[in-house]
């Protein structure tokens, strides 16, 4: 039987696994009122500032939707890499907050953790007012299996051709109201508002059209700036409601979500006293803004001053930087790729305006040393614990790979200053950015700057001669320019006021700067405290740069960011600059207090566990119904885990696992248990010496199979592969209850005479010892693994077994008894796997290799041990127990061509299940077991589509069907059209 490595195959789709423990860190907590904090050393301020917004915000929250959690939230606070980044898991009630602030070109500035605290707490509350259920429920799975028909003689099922798995969760937010309600916190708290790079996002999408339809908003797995919008056109559909119905419509909303329906659509009909669904509101709500829009921006639409757009590929251009000649132009683009932040460095040639991807990876500001030579920033590699920080790199135009120049010195934006040979960057640590000041031919960071209150710098630029530095700085809200002096060492505001200034750039005794005076982003100088303007833009225009009188700037147009040169510097009317009524936005702010304490209360960290979670399921399995659980519960920073599930059906068969990691350690350890039972009914004929069937004598067996496999290993990461070390036992038993019942007439009557009769033995037992290691590179993008680009998967594991199998029944002369023979069937095993993927751009085709070689070293191991080369896993064209593809050894290759179809919503169940995206792929395949002997080929097309359920869960739907080919007459391949094999698989992934 082979049921519980089918049994392993399909848990593991849905465990997720880190592979960086960071056991070098010493973690401490704390509680408040109402919170428990989590932190390691060295973030110490980042965690003072966190308690104490936490508590601030606490009751607002909490008052606005009437829920309190049932526990104190947890709070983990982390700066083991430089990521930014804060998630809420509404089910452990647990918040998890990287220390780095946010710096993205798509949101405006905010004091990050009065910003981030508060959105991801609205998060937990807004949504657990939102539950159907406790969370100790998360949610109920419905799954199933199908198997072929065809099947060994000592195996119960075929292999399965057919899985799926459906979840129905306990709540259903779409993320549009999600991320609207935390973003909007509450009427109280205004720590994020509409800002004006919200602003223009949502006005660029209505000006082009663009705007997601309100079943778009219901999910994400977008690419470009689709995900942004969601949050936006969110936020602002949010508003709106609130303008409409007053405050008390987003607790309404959630309150009835919290009830039988899924559909937020409903939801909102029911909120509104059965006068507005949600999409009649979408649309009232598209009218008013489109109107409030082309009102706003009369003078704009007719003064405009954009310059000329060189590049606009992709939908990330960004930090256009002129090289000291002015020949060339440095900037970061993502035209190759999905995502926002997919950034790569590109040279631009202002002579004939070619350009040239330089290097992948690159973050944030670049700087020329000389034209030939650039210093970028680039997130590092991996140190020994896993952790990726900023640094700086060096690079000739005619490199190919650059020179790395500060390591882990989490560095990023350098600016160079020729005549002082001096190179700027700016270094966040524990929430806290200043400058560092190096000589560029011997580096040596040092720091100059002394921000201690959590502000963030952005940017850095020199003046011409090097005696001054010029940055940006977020200490509430929005930025604000100031300059460091050199030689007096002290730190000033060159501007200020209720606009956000940022970006500058200095120039013959002007500073170059973007600002949103009037509510829109433009280009702007300031001459004698006098701000003048260069630009009038629809959406936005940011990071300029100059040479002589050649200005490049990043311009935000039609769905992303562009680079634009302007030849002129000629003053714009401030009065034509901008919305013609500007609204003008009061946020709020936490004061926060110098002398905070609350490390002082700290205690070493012990293992604490989150709630243990019940997932009721329900599952299909060989035309029986399954009812059991997963259960599952964590260390709140993620050292322990632990999963386990349970089913059983009405003929008493039982699957059971557990699987335990922890993870405080380097490597991770684990432990895997699991157990099955299969009971079946087997009725034989009895038979004379002669094969003469004696039909009064009926012999039934009840024969029950019990299962059990465990798994003791260690996992890793080390030079770009995952390596597992694993230890396996496995024990397969067998029990046998026989009844033999012989009915005859014996003096005119009829007789029954039953015995009965038992027997228990093992049938197979094994020991292995295995090396397993892979190895994954594929260009991320939005379509995932339903659409892989470019990129491989190397996968192989080389292992050695000590296996006993039985050979036949036999009397034990010591015992009296009759058991198993098992016979040792020893063997080395070797099995690799390797897939490489390929995207033809020019007609949109995915190209997807893949070859699989795996071979037993002893040639005369039972075949219970050989490798299935057919069927799901293989060529599927034939059964997985096809006989001639089963042997010692397997090898196969598989080409899949997928193109695209169909790229937007084609169906959907009401507004909260979709399906967004449509591939037809065509496969040929061909192989053969050992000893080759004349290989196998098997053709057939295939069908996948990506889409959600509930707003939030992935759904993977993937359809086959194969046809198996034969060789005539030596040379010529016929399809075998009357054996074709179907399979489908409906899960979270492909």
Known sequence: MKLVSIIILFLNLSVAQTWYNHSELVWKTFETDHFIFYYHEGTENTISEAAYVAEKIYEPITNYYKYRPKNKTSIIIKDTDDISNGTAYYYDNKIEIWA?????????????LQNVITHEFTHIIQIGSAMKASTRFPAIYFQGFSYEDEKRDDVLYGYPNTMFSIPVPGVAVPPWLAEGTAQYMSPELSYDFWDSHRDMMLRDLVLNKKLLSFNQMNSFGKKGIGGEAVYNQGFSFSKYLIQKFGSSILPTISNELAKSSYSVNNAILKSTQNKFSGYKLYDKWVNEIEKNYYN?????????????????????????????????????????????????????????????????????????????????????????YGSRYYDLYKMSLNQKEPDQITKEQRLRSPSFNNNTNLL??????????????????????????????????????????????????????????????????????????????????????????????????????????????????????????????????????????????????????ENVVGYKNPEYIQPSNINIPTDLSYTTSSKDYDISLTEFHFVPRVMLDYETVKYGFYGFTEDII????????FSINKLSDIDAMIMLEYKKLYPTLYANMFWASRNTEQNFDYYTVDSLIVDNIDISNEVDYHLFSSDLGIRFTKYNFKFWLNYNYTLYNQKIYQTVTQEFISNGSNQTITSYGKLGFDYYSGNVLSLRLSSKKIIPQFLGNMFPKNGYIFDMTIGYEWNDFMEGIALNEDYGTYGSVLKPNNTGRFDLTFNWYNYIKKFNFSLENSIRIAYLLNDDVDDFFHFFGGGLPGLKGYTFYDRELTGRGVINRSVYIRKMILDKRFTGLKDFVSFDKLSLGFVFQYGDAFPIN????????????????????????????????????????????????????LLFDF
């Open 934 to 985: 004349k290989p196998k080929f098997s053709s057939g097309f295939e069908l996948r589509s990506r889409g959600f359920l509930f707003y939030g869960y992935p759904a993977a739907v993937t359809f086959e069907h194969h046809y198996p080919i034969t060789i005539v007459n030596n040379d010529v391949l016929s399809f075998n059209f009357n054996h074709g094999k179907s399979y489908f698989k």
């Open 296 to 384: 706003q921006l009369e003078n704009v639409l007719k003064n405009t001053v954009k310059g000329q757009i060189i590049e606009d590929l992709g939908t990330t251009n960004l930090f256009p930087k002129i090289s000291p000649s002015g020949q060339k132009l440095a900037y970061l683009s993502n035209q190759d790729n999905d995502y926002f932040g997919q950034t790569d460095l590109f040279i631009y040639e202002f002579s004939d305006s070619s350009k040239k991807k330089l290097i992948s990876g690159v973050k944030y500001a670049p700087t020329w040393i000389n034209d030939t030579t650039i210093i970028f920033t680039m997130r590092s590699k991996p140190n020994k």
């Open 424 to 573: 700027a960057a700016i270094s966040t640590t524990d929430g806290l950015s200043n400058i560092y000041l190096s000589d560029a031919d011997s580096i040596n960071f040092n720091k100059v700057t002394n921000f201690n209150n959590q502000e963030y710098i952005s940017t850095v630029s020199w003046n011409e001669d090097g005696s001054k530095l010029y940055f940006d700085v977020i200490v509430d809200h929005g930025r604000d320019i100031y300059i460091y002096d050199i030689d007096s060492k002290n730190t000033s505001i060159s501007v200020d006021n209720f606009d956000d200034c940022r970006n500058p750039v200095p120039f013959n005794d002007k500073i170059l700067f973007s600002t949103d005076h009037n509510g829109i982003f433009n280009i702007a100088y300031q001459d004698f405290n006098q701000i003048k303007y260069l630009t009038n833009v629809s959406g936005g225009a940011f990071m300029p740069d100059v040479f002589e009188n050649k200005l490049v700037f990043s311009l935000y147009e039609n769905g992303g960011y562009k680079i634009a040169i302007l030849e002129e510097f000629i003053p714009i009317d």
């Open 100 to 112: 780095h602030p946010l710096d993205f070109d798509l949101r405006g500035s905010h004091r990050w």
């Open 638 to 645: 993620g050292q322990l885990s632990l999963f386990s599930g």
